[in-house]
Each structure stands twice: as structure tokens, then as C-alpha cells.
């Protein structure tokens, strides 16, 4: 990783929008960070759009799609995006990637899931954000509770065993059922929300903002990528680093990366 202040100011005039994850990347302790929230209205005022995808849960992410100036919320890491939209009765609009009777059908899935890694794995809880999740499990590691490396891969290896995807992020294990990821998430929203190509031309002028091993598929992948400083706690575990980092942990990473895009276009 470079330090953001190197990233050259000629690749950052031609950033076409912002994808970012939320948990301390624009957040600490679960609250947005005063700068970050600016820095987002001050992205939306330029015209640069921000993508917030998320491994939170759809009902935890509704007040911040209706709150906060970004163009959509992709929440359970893909398995659901939300939008303003006032033709909607509750002025929210709510997408998913499979239908109705898939939804149900993996839901059952996922709770026998869950209740095998209650179960196998001492000390494991489910995430307190769980009622709120429409399309993925989500156990404690590091928000309320504590887990350590060894519990942490016990809870990957039972949802790996039931057919999920799991990975983890800064707080919790996630796991679903199905291809989705913060990746798909990115070009499902780019496309839906703003009629936009989300090829390898585009991708090149799309910037991701993360934090943990969660958001490594987008370092992977994007050539614009950065960490907010707090990604130290994951390097060690990291296949992928972010190209960029800031100075500035968290919310105010995020907006220390804002100005610098704000800055030179």
C-alpha cells in the first residue's frame, strides 16, 4: 500500500463515482462519522456518486439509505439494494437478487445453518443486527462479543459445510447462499441505479474505499483502491492490499480520500 497522498491527481480527475463499505470505513462503533457524512454531501454536490455496498443487514441500512446523500445501499453483500424512490409507499425501494420463493427457500437454509454454528462453535452468537437480515447470516466477532482466530475459522468452516459463502468483516462472519458479492453488488448498482457500463473501461475510473478481508475481492479487482488507515488491523490477513491508504482511520479516512477527488477536478 502507498500512501493516498502519492496516488497521482491525473487518475483521480477521471474517478467516475465512489463505491465504499460502511462499518469502519465511513463508520465507528456503528455511528457515521461527522466528516465522512460531509464529505458525502459534498461528493453528491460535485456529481460524484457513492455506492455504499455493505455486509450489513437491509432493515439496519434502511434509515442510511434514506439519510445520507449516496445514490443506493447494497446491503448483505449483495443480496439486496435500497433506494430512494418516491413512488415507493415508504419512499424506499427494495431489489433482491432472486426472487420471493428463492428467498424463503434459502432463508430455511440459513437458520438450520446458523443454529449448527450456535451449536459446534463455543462462544458464538448471532450479530444483534440479525432480525433485520433477509438473505445472510451474520455471527459476532468483534462488535458485542468476542471471537478469536480459531473460533472465527470453526464459524467459516460449519457455514462453508452448509454450501454458504462466508467471509469477514471488521465486526462479523457473514455467510449466504448464492453468487452474490460486494463485487456483483458493484455492477448490479452502477447499472440499476445509474445507467451506466460497469466493463474493465469503467472499472479502471471507479475508486473503492474499504477496511477489512471482506472488501478484498474489490482490491482485487479495481486499480483505484484504498484503505482507510485502520486496514492495518487486517493486513496480516490479507491476500489483497488496497493500492492506496490514508493517513486518517475511518470516517475520517473516507473523508480525507473525498477531498483529494473534490480537490482536483
Keep these: 500500500m502507498r500512501p493516498l497522498a502519492e496516488l497521482p491527481s491525473e487518475r483521480l480527475r477521471s474517478v467516475r463515482g465512489v463505491l465504499t463499505d460502511i462499518d469502519d470505513t465511513l463508520t465507528a462503533d456503528g455511528a457515521i462519522a461527522p466528516a ?57 425501494r427494495r431489489d433482491y437478487t432472486v426472487d420471493e420463493a428463492t428467498r424463503a427457500a434459502r432463508f430455511a437454509r440459513l437458520q438450520a445453518c446458523a443454529a ?43 457455514m ?43 472499472q479502471a475510473d471507479w475508486l473503492y474505499v474499504g477496511d477489512s478481508t471482506n472488501d478484498q475481492l474489490m482490491f482485487e479487482r479495481l486499480p483505484l483502491s484504498v484503505g482507510v488507515a485502520n486496514i492495518a488491523r487486517f493486513v496480516p490477513q490479507l491476500a489483497h492490499l488496497p493500492a492506496w491508504v490514508t493517513q486518517a482511520e475511518r470516517g475520517e479516512g473516507f473523508a480525507e480520500l473525498a477531498a483529494r477527488v473534490l480537490a482536483v477536478r
Design 36 to 92: 465522512a457524512l460531509h464529505a458525502l454531501g459534498d461528493l453528491a454536490a460535485a456529481g460524484v456518486p457513492v455506492i455504499a455496498i455493505t455486509g450489513r443487514p437491509a432493515g439496519w441500512s434502511e434509515p442510511m439509505a434514506r439519510a445520507w446523500p449516496v445514490a443506493a445501499i447494497v446491503a448483505e453483500n449483495g443480496g439486496v439494494m435500497l433506494r430512494r424512490d418516491a413512488a415507493a409507499p415508504d419512499g424506499l
Design 116 to 158: 449448527e454454528v450456535l451449536a459446534r462453535v463455543p462462544g458464538a452468537t448471532l450479530a444483534q443486527d440479525s432480525p433485520g437480515r433477509l438473505t445472510d447470516i451474520a455471527i459476532d466477532h468483534s462488535e458485542f462479543a468476542h471471537l478469536d482466530a480459531a473460533q472465527i475459522d470453526a464459524v467459516c468452516a460449519v
Design 160 to 202: 462453508r459445510a452448509h454450501g454458504l459463502t462466508a467471509t469477514v468483516s471488521s465486526i462479523h462472519v457473514n455467510g449466504w447462499i448464492g453468487e452474490h458479492s460486494k463485487w456483483t453488488a458493484a455492477a448490479w448498482a452502477v447499472s440499476e441505479v445509474l445507467g451506466q457500463a460497469f466493463g474493465p473501461a469503467e
